[in-house]
């Protein structure tokens, strides 16, 4: 009888999984993503189960209070997860809105005529980039589609060969006697010598390895016909897989980390009216900049805080949705980490500041809370990550219960509000969300951004500048021993528990009923997920890519043959691969490629109709490849979640055939 008792709840627990999973079906049919007012219903649904699951977990499923290990692990686990929950209810906040500026641009595209157009400054900061890396934003910037630019490398590295590529190019090469303030001290440099010459109206930010597209500078412009804009922010597209796409081998079907919040969060800040700076990618008002004496350098971030010293002096930030750029996505997981932890000490030394969240500025609630929203983030998400791998390890070698709770009722309280999250979630940012890899990404950087993040609250000056890294030789299979060790560690810790759980069940010590098929299905997903963060930890050798490569014609000319119609599958600054004709290996001829003209070409492999170019462009030929993959087009890379795709990528990434 308890048997069917117990059964009966389970169907009914599950049922209300199946309704959700119902609505997930039908509401794409009704929902439109952009109506804020069914933006603010999913929100408000989603809260709503969220404080539901709170008040189950606060009153059903704690250990009683006491001085006992079990009250201590249960309530010290419950505490991380309501942080965790805080900032997931503030993100669900924020994403009740939404607001897109293009059709604002469209109408606003020449606001200052009849007048002449703005006089407007690039300004390229860099350090130690590579000339290949530096030779693309150069050559990028100076092809912009504007009247009155001026093109303005900043180079810390006072190197003489970059001064000779500007002079070459007609940028302008600018160098400082010190380093002092880091990138922000660099911009600062150029900013008082332009004040000094006769400033600009407006100045963009470009980071070094990032390439405007033709059009940057006018779209961006357009924002500026309302006088209280500051800053006009736009996404950062990436040419080439992060290092989770790439050691995952996912660059087809899986978005890079940064789209979700580019392409949907950005947008969602903007209509709350906090959107914010994140550095390259930028134009700013030079008055707005002016009125503040430059770019802050009390934070590693000076991009966000940029923006609250504007709005502190009511000056707006704006978004403008539309790919307008294009960078390098970090090519190493260590510089991919370094980038992170950077960014979560920089928002530390912020909310510690002057225009932290409680200290007495000019800042208004919004703008407070914006703070607040990402100090949550930071120092929540990646703790709860690492949480959730480490507590389940007290059942299975102490005997602690650190969630009491039985089967249907974690199907009813966590399992609606999970299945709801995901529906809702792909409602407002479709393709967004898949929940294994979104906790691989947090996992693997999690332990340095925790140490970036409470480190940052208590001691938060005092750190190094961490540059990072970009280009150099990544053609070879590296394993990152130091990063994987935690993880080696804690699935050799969750195997063996797990086995003792089960083979010699008296040391598992305390009988936690149901509890137990809980503990059971949390410790086989957590090793799932440390066995792919384990997989992320080797580093695959990267392929010369532009993400955002389509088959295109093209007419290929071999020795004395008659020029031939063929078809680009894939083009980099070096390769071309062609089908339609057999080619033998050894011929030599020209290939003609739209927008970039004829450049001489030898086919080094040839199969059936499938033949790889090896390109020999003279210099202007080069500086016409890199304007046709940079300059112009739509978005590179992936701009949603293609499931079908993802599991046969990873199925071949965990199982690969022998010649890969």
């Given at each position: 009888m308890p048997q069917i008792v117990w059964l009966s709840e389970v169907q009914s627990s599950a049922l209300q999984i199946v309704?959700?999973?119902?609505?997930?079906?039908?509401?794409?049919m009704v929902v439109n993503r952009f109506d804020n007012r069914h933006r603010l219903a999913?929100?408000?649904?989603?809260?709503?189960?969220?404080?539901?699951?709170?008040?189950?977990?606060?009153t059903e499923t704690l250990a009683p209070a006491g001085l006992t290990l079990d009250c201590l692990m249960s309530w010290s686990f419950f505490a991380i997860e309501i942080g965790a929950l805080a900032s997931s209810i503030s993100a669900a906040i924020l994403m009740s809105r939404i607001r897109e500026r293009s059709p604002e641009a469209d109408a606003h595209a020449e606001w200052w005529a009849p007048g002449p157009a703005p006089k407007v400054a690039v300004l390229i900061a860099t350090y130690n980039e590579d000339r290949e890396v530096l030779e693309r934003s150069i050559v990028g910037a100076m092809a912009l589609d504007w009247p009155d630019v001026e093109v303005l490398v900043l180079d810390d590295g006072r190197r003489d060969w970059l001064g000779a590529f500007c002079t070459l190019h007609g940028a302008r090469h600018v160098t400082r006697p010190d380093n002092k303030g880091a990138k922000a001290g660099n911009i600062n440099h150029a900013l008082d010598l332009l004040a000094g010459e006769g400033p600009p109206d407006f100045f963009a930010v470009l980071d070094a390895d990032f390439v405007p597209h033709r059009n940057f500078l006018r779209r961006s412009l357009a924002l500026f016909h309302d006088p209280a804009t500051g800053i006009v922010q736009t996404p950062q597209h990436f040419f080439n897989p992060d290092p989770i796409q790439n050691n995952l081998r996912l660059e087809e079907s899986y978005p890079d980390e940064q789209r979700f919040f580019f392409d949907h969060m950005q947008p969602c800040r903007d209509a709350w009216g906090i959107a914010i700076c994140c550095g390259t990618s930028s134009v700013a008002r030079w008055q707005a900049v002016a009125e503040l004496g430059g770019f802050p350098t009390e934070s590693v971030t000076e991009d966000f805080m940029l923006s609250l010293a504007l709005r502190e002096r009511g000056w707006e930030t704006h978004y403008l949705q539309e790919p307008l750029t294009e960078g390098l996505a970090p090519e190493g997981l260590k510089e991919y980490i370094t980038q992170r932890a950077r960014w979560c000490l920089g928002l530390m030394q912020i909310a510690r500041g002057r225009l932290g969240p409680f200290a007495p500025s000019g800042l208004g609630f919004r703008d407070r809370w914006s703070v607040c929203d990402s100090v949550l983030y930071w120092t929540t998400t990646f703790t709860f990550r690492l949480a959730a791998f480490v507590y389940p390890l007290f059942y299975w070698y102490f005997g602690v219960i650190v969630v009491d709770a039985n089967v249907p009722d974690v199907l009813s309280y966590f399992g609606v509000y999970f299945a709801w999250t995901i529906v809702s979630f792909n409602l407002l940012a479709p393709g967004m969300l898949l929940p294994l890899l979104k906790d691989v990404s947090q996992n693997l950087g999690a332990v340095e951004v925790s140490r970036a993040a409470f480190g940052g609250l208590l001691r938060p000056h005092g750190r190094p500048f961490s540059v990072t890294a970009k280009g150099g030789d990544r053609s070879r299979r590296i394993v990152q021993w130091r990063l994987m060790a935690p993880f080696l560690v804690l699935l050799v810790l969750t195997v063996a528990g797990l086995a003792i759980g089960i083979v010699f069940d008296e040391f598992a010590r305390t009988d936690a009923g149901e509890g137990k098929a809980v503990i059971l299905f949390w410790t086989i997903y957590n090793l799932i997920v440390v066995s792919l963060v384990i997989l992320a930890c080797i580093e695959l050798p990267r392929r010369e890519i532009h993400v955002a490569d389509r088959p295109e014609p093209a007419i290929f000319r071999a020795g004395s043959e008659p020029p031939r119609r063929v078809w680009i599958s894939s083009l980099t600054g070096s390769t071309a691969q062609i089908r339609g004709r057999h080619y033998e290996a050894g011929m030599q001829g020209v290939i003609r490629i739209p927008r970039v003209g004829?450049?001489?070409?030898?086919?080094?492999?040839?199969?059936?109709?499938?033949?790889?170019?090896?390109?020999?462009?003279?210099?202007?030929?080069?500086?016409?490849?890199?304007?046709?993959?940079?300059t112009e087009g739509a978005a590179p890379g992936i701009g949603r979640i293609d499931l079908a795709t993802v599991l046969g990528d990873l199925a071949r990434r965990i199982a690969p055939h022998r010649h890969e």
């Amino acid at each position: 009888m308890p048997q069917i008792v117990w059964l009966s709840e389970v169907q009914s627990s599950a049922l209300q999984i199946v309704i959700v999973v119902g609505l997930g079906l039908v509401l794409p049919m009704v929902v439109n993503r952009f109506d804020n007012r069914h933006r603010l219903a999913l929100s408000l649904v989603g809260i709503a189960l969220a404080l539901r699951y709170v008040w189950w977990r606060a009153t059903e499923t704690l250990a009683p209070a006491g001085l006992t290990l079990d009250c201590l692990m249960s309530w010290s686990f419950f505490a991380i997860e309501i942080g965790a929950l805080a900032s997931s209810i503030s993100a669900a906040i924020l994403m009740s809105r939404i607001r897109e500026r293009s059709p604002e641009a469209d109408a606003h595209a020449e606001w200052w005529a009849p007048g002449p157009a703005p006089k407007v400054a690039v300004l390229i900061a860099t350090y130690n980039e590579d000339r290949e890396v530096l030779e693309r934003s150069i050559v990028g910037a100076m092809a912009l589609d504007w009247p009155d630019v001026e093109v303005l490398v900043l180079d810390d590295g006072r190197r003489d060969w970059l001064g000779a590529f500007c002079t070459l190019h007609g940028a302008r090469h600018v160098t400082r006697p010190d380093n002092k303030g880091a990138k922000a001290g660099n911009i600062n440099h150029a900013l008082d010598l332009l004040a000094g010459e006769g400033p600009p109206d407006f100045f963009a930010v470009l980071d070094a390895d990032f390439v405007p597209h033709r059009n940057f500078l006018r779209r961006s412009l357009a924002l500026f016909h309302d006088p209280a804009t500051g800053i006009v922010q736009t996404p950062q597209h990436f040419f080439n897989p992060d290092p989770i796409q790439n050691n995952l081998r996912l660059e087809e079907s899986y978005p890079d980390e940064q789209r979700f919040f580019f392409d949907h969060m950005q947008p969602c800040r903007d209509a709350w009216g906090i959107a914010i700076c994140c550095g390259t990618s930028s134009v700013a008002r030079w008055q707005a900049v002016a009125e503040l004496g430059g770019f802050p350098t009390e934070s590693v971030t000076e991009d966000f805080m940029l923006s609250l010293a504007l709005r502190e002096r009511g000056w707006e930030t704006h978004y403008l949705q539309e790919p307008l750029t294009e960078g390098l996505a970090p090519e190493g997981l260590k510089e991919y980490i370094t980038q992170r932890a950077r960014w979560c000490l920089g928002l530390m030394q912020i909310a510690r500041g002057r225009l932290g969240p409680f200290a007495p500025s000019g800042l208004g609630f919004r703008d407070r809370w914006s703070v607040c929203d990402s100090v949550l983030y930071w120092t929540t998400t990646f703790t709860f990550r690492l949480a959730a791998f480490v507590y389940p390890l007290f059942y299975w070698y102490f005997g602690v219960i650190v969630v009491d709770a039985n089967v249907p009722d974690v199907l009813s309280y966590f399992g609606v509000y999970f299945a709801w999250t995901i529906v809702s979630f792909n409602l407002l940012a479709p393709g967004m969300l898949l929940p294994l890899l979104k906790d691989v990404s947090q996992n693997l950087g999690a332990v340095e951004v925790s140490r970036a993040a409470f480190g940052g609250l208590l001691r938060p000056h005092g750190r190094p500048f961490s540059v990072t890294a970009k280009g150099g030789d990544r053609s070879r299979r590296i394993v990152q021993w130091r990063l994987m060790a935690p993880f080696l560690v804690l699935l050799v810790l969750t195997v063996a528990g797990l086995a003792i759980g089960i083979v010699f069940d008296e040391f598992a010590r305390t009988d936690a009923g149901e509890g137990k098929a809980v503990i059971l299905f949390w410790t086989i997903y957590n090793l799932i997920v440390v066995s792919l963060v384990i997989l992320a930890c080797i580093e695959l050798p990267r392929r010369e890519i532009h993400v955002a490569d389509r088959p295109e014609p093209a007419i290929f000319r071999a020795g004395s043959e008659p020029p031939r119609r063929v078809w680009i599958s894939s083009l980099t600054g070096s390769t071309a691969q062609i089908r339609g004709r057999h080619y033998e290996a050894g011929m030599q001829g020209v290939i003609r490629i739209p927008r970039v003209g004829d450049i001489d070409a030898t086919v080094i492999a040839g199969r059936g109709e499938w033949a790889e170019l090896l390109l020999s462009p003279e210099a202007e030929m080069r500086e016409a490849l890199l304007r046709r993959f940079y300059t112009e087009g739509a978005a590179p890379g992936i701009g949603r979640i293609d499931l079908a795709t993802v599991l046969g990528d990873l199925a071949r990434r965990i199982a690969p055939h022998r010649h890969e």
